[in-house]
Structure formats: C-alpha cells, structure tokens
C-alpha cells in the first residue's frame, strides 16, 4: 500500500515542504530510501524498523520504498524519521492516512521510539502555516519554538506511541499553549 505524510526540508534559513512518500510491497524484506537523501536520512531505516518494533508494533516482512520529493532538494539530518515512521505503519495498515493530511511532521527516533529534538523546527512551522497545513507534530523539546509561529497548532509528542494514539483518537495529545509576555495566553 502506498502511504503519503507531509514534512520539510531545510534549503538555507527556510524549508520546503516534502512528501515523504512509502510503498510498502511484496518482495524480500529491504528498505530503501531514495530523493536525495544524505548519511543521516539513509541511516533513518535501521532507526524507524527498531523504533517501531521495541515500540510493539508488528511489521510485515516486506520491501518498503521511502521516497522524499521533490527528488532535487537535499534531505538532511534525522527529521524525517517521525514521517518515515507513520507512512510505515499507514503502509502496514496499522494506522490510517487520513488524519495525517493536515499536518507535518519532523523528529529523530531513539531505538525505543523516544522522539529527540531537531533543528529546524521554526522554518517548518512556518512552511506548514504558509502552506495551509493546521499545524506540526514536533518533539516535545522543540514545540515553544515551533509555537513562535501564529496561526497553526504545534503537538508536542515524546514518544512514536504518542503520536499514533494522537492520530488514532485513542489518547490525544494536548496542542502546546502559547503564553503572552504578561503571562496571559495568546490565542493560536
């Protein structure tokens, strides 16, 4: 099943918006990752299957294909591996797509599925405002960052297991709050 979730990439100081795109087929057990990624994106397989299967999610012995486009842009860094994540379990039918469609996602994946801080945040939140995304799944550790920018909601997840209970309305995760400088919160 072909599975599509949304995140950003960095080209200088702003980021542009990504389709990572995942096939998951019959075929020997692979994964391959293609659209020019760097070390760090390629390394993100080993990650993702770990991440999922000690976060108790049962995957299928298939070849999965992740594909990052638009295939010119350089992908760096560990961001990808939240999205990479989703569309795996949205390919394995463990999780629906739909939900995903309104947001983009970044953050990097212990082997545990613990979600660890990434650079970049700040661009991404504002390609998803500026794209008309309703807002961004981040790591936990970066979400006041993300939440510098108005008019889009920023879900702080610590944990892959939080993010799929989030998108499969099992227990939602609570929108960060952003609070004004005279300590009232300001309105999102």
């Known amino acids: ?25 019959l075929g020997l057990p692979y994964f391959n ?6 070390g760090a994106v390629k390394e993100s397989k080993v990650r993702v299957i770990s991440a999922l299967k000690n976060s108790g999610f049962e995957l299928p012995q298939k070849r999965i294909t992740v594909n990052l486009a ?16 989703l569309g795996v379990l949205v390919s394995a039918r463990l999780l629906d797509e739909e939900p995903l469609a309104s947001w983009l996602f970044a953050g990097e994946l212990s082997l545990d599925g613990t979600l660890k801080p990434i650079r970049g945040v700040l661009p991404l939140a504002i390609a998803a405002r500026d794209n008309g995304f309703r807002g961004v799944m981040v790591p936990a550790q970066n979400a006041a960052e993300a939440a510098l920018v108005d008019r889009i909601e920023v879900l702080p997840v610590g944990h892959v297991k939080d993010a799929v209970e989030h998108l499969g309305q099992v227990r939602p995760v609570t929108p960060f709050s952003r609070v004004a400088p005279c300590g009232s919160v300001a309105r999102n």
């Open 33 to 38: 990752v293609v659209g020019l990624p760097e």
């Open 1 to 25: 099943m072909l599975a599509r979730v949304r995140s950003a990439a960095l080209t200088g100081i702003e980021a542009v918006v990504v389709d990572v795109e995942i096939d998951m087929s």
């Open 70 to 85: 638009p295939a010119d842009i350089r992908k760096e860094g560990p961001a990808f591996e939240l999205p990479i994540a």
